[in-house]
Each structure stands twice: as structure tokens, then as C-alpha cells.
T-cell receptor, first 113, second 115 residues
């Protein structure tokens, strides 16, 4: 079974600085998709960024970018110029074919003013 | 609707009672998913529906849990004889199809507290 591991239960970053959240996954598939979701206190899960495994180029969305290392099965999220509104739980997730998303346990990010 | 709607937002129930949680997906989304999130934990898959196909119930933790969906519309998750360990946030999500590239659109969840 596919598993997703987030080894950092909590992280903190100074406002305007850069932080990287780690994620590793285990799969025998070659074609799959990886996601980062943000969950603020409102509980709503918000899609931050998505990466297709067949693409070598790392996905970017404004201040958010990923470092996708397929051979190492690593998918880290970098947040640049951190803002107070970035404080939330961040979940890494994996999906292949028509299987449901598999989530990691999450990383709680605090942003210090 | 514009987003995934879940009701109620919060539910407190007594141990042993049955509860029904409702999810109204985005119009036109054929796939619908239920997840459970215990306090401070990640999301556990419960069940998903795709159109009129048989649902994938592989994540349901016990036979006290069941879910229904009529066509591509509203879904109801039912928990019978609730136990304290059922206390969690129940999140619903929908997707335009089953293909892997699409992420999901989530609702804000129902926080269930069993006392």
C-alpha cells in the first residue's frame, strides 16, 4: 500500500523568510500525482500545488514551489516570503489512477511576526 | 453549488445514538469522497462514490458506518450506535472525475463530538 510520511510535526518560520516542509512517499507505481494541501483553522482543505510524476520540471505557484525527487520519492514544499496567513496545517498527498488520495499526518506551520 | 457544502457544521451526540452527516458536492462532480480526521491527525479515507458505480467502502472502520449517494448528488454518511472514538471531523470532497491528476475540492467538514 502507498504511504506518505511527513517527518516534521511542527515547523516555524519568521515572516518574510523561506521554509521547506518535507514529504516522502512509498510506491511501486511509475505514474502518479502528488499534492500539497493547506488546512487553516477553518478546517477547509485548500489545494496549494500539484505535481505530475511524469514531469521533471518542479511545479510552482507564486510563492509556493516544490522540489520533486522521483528517484528518492521525495516531494518537499518551499514557501518563500512567508506571510502570517500561511500559518496552517500542511498535508502532503499522493494519488495514482482512480485510487483515493492518501495523506500524510501533516505539518503544523507557525509564522512568527 | 459553488463549493462543497457539509451539514451540520458541528454535532454533539450522546453515546449510542445514530447520526447522519450530509454532503452536497459541486454540481457536475462525479466523484465524492468521505474522510475522517481525528484531532491532530491526518485524513483517513472512508468511502468514495463514482457516478452510479458500486462505492469503494474499503476504508469504513466498522459496520456501524455506512454511506449513500443518489446518482451524482447529495451523500449521507451514517454512524450507528456512536462511540466516543467516533469523535472527529468528517470531511467530504468531490472531484470532476476519478483520474489521478485532479485534486479534490473539500467541504469545511462536520465536527462530531460523542459524549
Amino acid at each position: 500500500a502507498q504511504t506518505v510520511t511527513q517527518s516534521q510535526p511542527e515547523m516555524s518560520v519568521q515572516e518574510a523568510e523561506t521554509v521547506t516542509l518535507s514529504c516522502t512517499y512509498d510506491t511501486s507505481e511509475s505514474d502518479y500525482y502528488l499534492f500539497w494541501y493547506k488546512q487553516p483553522p477553518s478546517r477547509q482543505m485548500i489545494l496549494v500545488i500539484r505535481q505530475e510524476a511524469y514531469k521533471q520540471q518542479n511545479a510552482t505557484e507564486n510563492r509556493f514551489s516544490v522540489n520533486f525527487q522521483k528517484a528518492a520519492k521525495s516531494f518537499s514544499l518551499k514557501i518563500s516570503d512567508s506571510q502570517l496567513g500561511d500559518a496552517a496545517m500542511y498535508f502532503c498527498a499522493y494519488r495514482t489512477g482512480n485510487t483515493p488520495l492518501v495523506f500524510g499526518k501533516g505539518t503544523r506551520l507557525s509564522v512568527i511576526a | 453549488g459553488a463549493g462543497v457544502s457539509q451539514s451540520p457544521s458541528n454535532k454533539v451526540t450522546e453515546k449510542g445514538k445514530d447520526v447522519e452527516l450530509r454532503c452536497d458536492p459541486i454540481s457536475g462532480h462525479t466523484a465524492l469522497y468521505w474522510y475522517r480526521q481525528r484531532l491532530g491527525q491526518g485524513l483517513e479515507f472512508l468511502i468514495y462514490f463514482q457516478g452510479n458505480s458500486a462505492p469503494d467502502k474499503s476504508g469504513l472502520p466498522s459496520d456501524r458506518f455506512s454511506a449513500e449517494r443518489t446518482g451524482e448528488s447529495v451523500s449521507t454518511l451514517t454512524i450507528q450506535r456512536t462511540q466516543q472514538e467516533d469523535s472527529a471531523v468528517y470531511l467530504c470532497a468531490s472531484s470532476s472525475n476519478l483520474e489521478g491528476r485532479n485534486g479534490y475540492t473539500f467541504g469545511s467538514g462536520t465536527r462530531l463530538t460523542v459524549v
